[in-house]
């Protein structure tokens, strides 16, 4: 059984170059969501796609940022002009998307950014 | 507003004893489901147990067991016969039926086990 995979593990990037990274699920699970963590808290929540359905987006997720999932598949998730603040581990998660509070979110190996 | 509080930024337990993360959260709703994660220096978040609000046992999952006092709004892990591999950041977590599907996650907690 193939997990959630995530490109690329890491990125360094000079402030104000735009990134992109990518977020493949578990197959069978309908629902993607995004997460930023910084160092020494928990995750913090971004936004989540039902198939390809953008369903919420949080106030953290500036319109410097976008995510897409065109496909109902794979995700990406792209920061433009990049700011020193962006500096996190971007992580993705994946569940089947049953609605229930039960429902499972599991995470990839995240995408560690660092803006220089 | 939903909110989980983990208040013991490290610990420390002696290999092959029990040891248990606290977790209190704090939401108005009825309906509502309780995480715990693992996360060790690779950065992975390894998903560990599950508990529902309208459970009425307290979930367990091999050495992993949750003590679900709803009244008190605290859903503490407790990790039997610590093994070295146990030493990594618990994280606490919790979704709200009607609030989307996002998780709120509490600020961890950073176990070492000792030899």
Same mark, same amino acid.
């Given at each position: 059984d193939t997990g959630v995979s995530q490109n690329p593990r890491h990125k360094i990037t000079k402030r104000g170059q735009n990134v992109t990274f990518r977020c493949d699920p578990i197959s069978e699970?309908?629902? #993607?969501?995004? !997460?930023? +963590?910084?160092? @020494?808290? @928990?995750? /913090?929540?971004?936004?989540?796609? +039902?198939?390809?359905?953008?369903?919420?987006?949080?106030? #953290?997720? %500036? *319109?410097?940022?976008s995510a897409e999932r065109?496909?109902?598949?794979?995700?990406? #998730?792209?920061?433009?002009?990049? /700011? +020193?603040? *962006?500096? &996190?581990? !971007?992580?993705? &998660? %994946?569940?089947? @998307?049953?609605?229930? =509070?039960? *429902?499972? +979110?599991?995470? @990839? =190996?995240?995408?560690?950014?660092t803006v220089l | 507003a939903q909110k989980i509080t983990q208040t013991q930024p490290g610990m420390f337990v002696q290999e092959k004893e029990a040891v248990t993360l606290d977790c209190t959260y704090d939401t108005s709703d009825q309906s509502y489901g309780l995480f715990w994660y693992k996360q060790p220096s690779s950065g992975e978040m390894i998903f560990l147990i599950y508990q529902g609000s309208y459970d009425e046992q307290n979930a367990t999952e091999g050495r992993y067991s949750l003590n679900f006092q709803k009244a008190r709004k605290s859903a503490n892990l407790v990790i039997s016969a610590s093994q070295l591999g146990d030493s990594a950041m618990y994280f606490c977590a919790m979704r709200v039926y009607n609030q989307g599907g996002k998780l709120i996650f509490g600020q961890g907690t950073e176990l070492s086990v000792k030899p």
């Amino acid at each position: 059984d193939t997990g959630v995979s995530q490109n690329p593990r890491h990125k360094i990037t000079k402030r104000g170059q735009n990134v992109t990274f990518r977020c493949d699920p578990i197959s069978e699970h309908n629902r #993607l969501y995004w !997460y930023r +963590q910084t160092l @020494g808290q @928990g995750p /913090e929540f971004l936004t989540y796609f +039902q198939n390809e359905a953008q369903l919420e987006k949080s106030r #953290l997720l %500036s *319109d410097r940022f976008s995510a897409e999932r065109p496909k109902g598949s794979f995700s990406t #998730l792209e920061i433009q002009r990049t /700011e +020193q603040g *962006d500096s &996190a581990m !971007y992580l993705c &998660a %994946s569940s089947l @998307g049953t609605g229930h =509070p039960g *429902d499972t +979110q599991y995470f @990839g =190996p995240g995408t560690r950014l660092t803006v220089l | 507003a939903q909110k989980i509080t983990q208040t013991q930024p490290g610990m420390f337990v002696q290999e092959k004893e029990a040891v248990t993360l606290d977790c209190t959260y704090d939401t108005s709703d009825q309906s509502y489901g309780l995480f715990w994660y693992k996360q060790p220096s690779s950065g992975e978040m390894i998903f560990l147990i599950y508990q529902g609000s309208y459970d009425e046992q307290n979930a367990t999952e091999g050495r992993y067991s949750l003590n679900f006092q709803k009244a008190r709004k605290s859903a503490n892990l407790v990790i039997s016969a610590s093994q070295l591999g146990d030493s990594a950041m618990y994280f606490c977590a919790m979704r709200v039926y009607n609030q989307g599907g996002k998780l709120i996650f509490g600020q961890g907690t950073e176990l070492s086990v000792k030899p």
